[in-house]
């Protein structure tokens, strides 16, 4: 959940004011038109600098002024306005804003009375509560938003729901957003009902949070004329927490063509349900649109999810078949965590997903090596086991995060409850790779924990999905068969991956051999990069031609991990140096694409129908071949890195 707390803060941080007098910018010229606001000429321009968001020159100007009047509380404040919007420095913002309070009350006390520059005073006591707020220093914030209460009007009310919250203390957010709702005031109704919607989706209470953000929405329509993005974006994601999918979607489309919010990416959002789907071209046009739609905010806000869209653009590029591609971006996301001060998640849980899927780009990386060697003479075959264990090794060690991350009962228990606070956004389709990790026992003890307190429709499926696989691990064939059936009638076609790892659990379960290469073969139609993600291997007979070049080819495939001979399992056909997969009933569901090229060796060729048939079978019919994964990132956008100053020499 997000908030839009923060915006309106800021809003009436420059707005002059304070909430009081509502002045134009226009006024703002004579520092003798509003009581309070006295200032020298210089200084009032200065603020003015701020007001127009030219923030560049107002630090470049501060600064200068604070050379030659260093006492002054005016400068402090632009200066640390400028760190904190234009910069998104907010250290140095926190530095100067709380240099300027001290020099302020120095001068005229901590209680300002009317004939002194009361205004400014409320202002450096904004500036600090957002600042505090975006650096996660929530009982400082607290004091700020309280100090302000006792000195001016309107008070903050809803707005302390927010960091009571992220404390965890949800009777008191409660009764912060009771009290916003009880003033009447338009705006701060919308904040209550928005902080509401976090507080009741947090508790746990996916239902009623449901309910609180349709009623922040229907709210903001009624009185506004439309929601913003962040508080369609948060009914989205409630929505989406008791398996409403459709609506979901839905609210995230509107979300999209809602204008610019600070906080939220409905792109990213849409990203993350399409691939649940398996619709993975449409979640390729939304994450290319995820970093047009970071680069238009503000500066100070423009990263604040960064760590959250590589996520999922890493997840993406594992599903696509791009391991080692995923795997520079788990690089970044796991050293540059987000700020989380402005979403509700528990950080830590965001990080076990990124080492998560760390672990599994490894794993599957380590079997792409072994694939691509399997046409290579015998000591570079060798050789690529011996990188894959390596891989295997650092996979571990990823793993070894994950356990770390989730090291409280609560996180770990709550971490099975898809689509819950407690859960953040981890993939369904990625649930089961905390079996292996965690083990086979913890994770069935979590799940019979948290089951029986989970009250929504549908919730039932997701934990027969994570049983079945505990199940198989342990052996259990047929408590695996029954869980994965029982999960395979209450899923979704939204999550369409998860419903097909629980086939291909199914599929292992069976003693049928026929009956299970049926069900690979149905996989194999929807998500082809499973087997690749499990390690595990289509059951095939393979028949070649008598020319020496398919020979070699079928050979070659046979020792593909791949693929497991079986009499009963799908048929590789190779011939005419080029290889086809046919199922049971004779469709074809791939062939290699290669072409012998002109004074090419045979071993060349014979590497390159391997590699493409490997290819054309195992990985989702989605063209990334003119796809710069820069772009997706945003890494090729020229934006402003926080961190360059800390990383230059």
Not at 93 to 107: N, V
Not at 496 to 525: F, H, I, K
Request: aromatic share 8%; with cysteine.
């Amino acid at each position: 959940m997000r908030a839009s707390i923060a915006l309106h803060l800021a809003v009436a941080l420059i707005t002059v004011g304070l909430w009081v007098c509502h002045a134009s910018a226009d006024e703002m010229a004579d520092p003798l038109l509003l009581e309070g606001e006295e200032a020298s000429p210089e200084e009032v321009l200065l603020w003015d600098l701020v007001e127009r968001q030219r923030y560049v020159k107002a630090r470049d100007a501060a600064e200068k002024f604070l050379v030659e009047h260093p006492s002054s509380y005016v400068g402090h404040l632009v200066f640390a306005q400028a760190q904190h919007y234009g910069e998104a420095n907010f250290p140095k913002a926190l530095f100067h804003e709380t240099r300027a309070l001290q020099l302020f009350e120095a001068q005229h006390g901590a209680s300002p009375v009317p004939s002194q520059p009361w205004r400014w005073h409320a202002r450096i006591l904004i500036a600090l509560t957002m600042t505090h707020g975006n650096l996660e220093h929530y009982d400082e914030q607290l004091d700020f938003m309280r100090r302000y209460n006792e000195l001016y009007t309107p008070q903050l009310k809803a707005e302390l729901a927010w960091p009571l919250m992220k404390k965890r203390q949800f009777a008191a957010a409660r009764l912060a957003a009771e009290e916003g709702l009880a003033t009447g005031d338009p705006y701060q109704i919308e904040r209550a009902k928005n902080a509401l919607c976090a507080i009741e989706f947090e508790a746990g209470d996916d239902v009623e949070s449901y309910e609180t953000c349709r009623d922040a929405v229907e709210y903001a329509r009624s009185q506004f004329g439309s929601a913003t993005a962040v508080d369609l974006g948060n009914y989205a994601e409630a929505a989406r927490s008791i398996f409403r999918f459709d609506e979901a979607e839905r609210l995230l489309m509107e979300a999209s063509k809602s204008g610019l919010s600070w906080y939220g990416n409905p792109w990213l959002e849409l990203a993350d349900l399409y691939m649940r789907a398996g619709r993975f071209a449409e979640s390729l046009s939304a994450l290319r649109e995820v970093p047009r739609h970071r680069a238009a905010r503000p500066a100070h806000v423009r990263d604040s999810d960064r760590n959250e869209a590589r996520r999922s653009l890493a997840a993406f590029l594992l599903l696509m078949g791009r391991p080692d591609e995923a795997l520079r971006i788990t690089d970044k996301a796991i050293v540059l965590p987000d700020r989380r001060a402005h979403n509700s998640r528990d950080p830590e849980q965001d990080r076990s997903i990124v080492a998560l899927l760390d672990r599994q780009a490894r794993l599957m990386l380590a079997e792409m090596t072994v694939e691509r060697a399997v046409a290579k003479p015998f000591h570079q075959r060798w050789w690529a086991h011996a990188k894959a264990a390596w891989l295997r090794f650092q996979a571990w060690m990823s793993a070894r995060q994950v356990a770390r991350f989730l090291d409280d009962n609560s996180r770990l228990v709550g971490t099975f409850a898809i689509g819950t606070a407690r859960s953040a956004v981890m993939p369904p389709w990625l649930i089961g790779e905390l079996i292996p990790v965690l083990g086979p026992g913890v994770a069935r003890a979590a799940v019979d924990r948290v089951r029986v307190k989970d009250p929504r429709e549908g919730a039932f499926a997701y934990y027969e999905a994570v049983l079945a696989e505990v199940a198989l691990v342990q052996g259990r064939y047929d408590d695996a068969i029954e869980h994965a059936e029982r999960a395979l009638e209450g899923l979704q076609p939204g999550d369409a991956l998860l419903r097909e790892r629980v086939r291909a659990v199914l599929a292992s379960s069976l003693s049928d051999p026929r009956r299970t290469a049926t069900l690979y073969e149905q996989v194999l139609g929807a998500d082809p990069g499973l087997f690749r993600r499990l390690g595990w291997s289509l059951p095939v007979r393979v028949e070649s031609s008598g020319s020496d070049i398919d020979q070699k080819v079928a050979k070659a495939l046979r020792r593909s991990p791949r693929f497991a001979l079986s009499d009963d399992g799908l048929r590789i056909q190779v011939q005419g140096g080029q290889a086809c997969l046919l199922g049971l009933t004779g469709t074809s569901w791939g062939c290699s694409e290669v072409a012998l090229e002109e004074n090419e060796t045979g071993s060349s060729y014979r590497q390159r129908v391997v590699d493409s048939f490997h290819q054309a079978i195992f990985s989702p019919r989605v063209d990334l071949s003119r796809i710069d994964i820069n772009s997706l990132d945003g890494s090729n956008r020229v934006t402003r890195n926080p961190l360059d100053t800390l990383l230059k020499p």
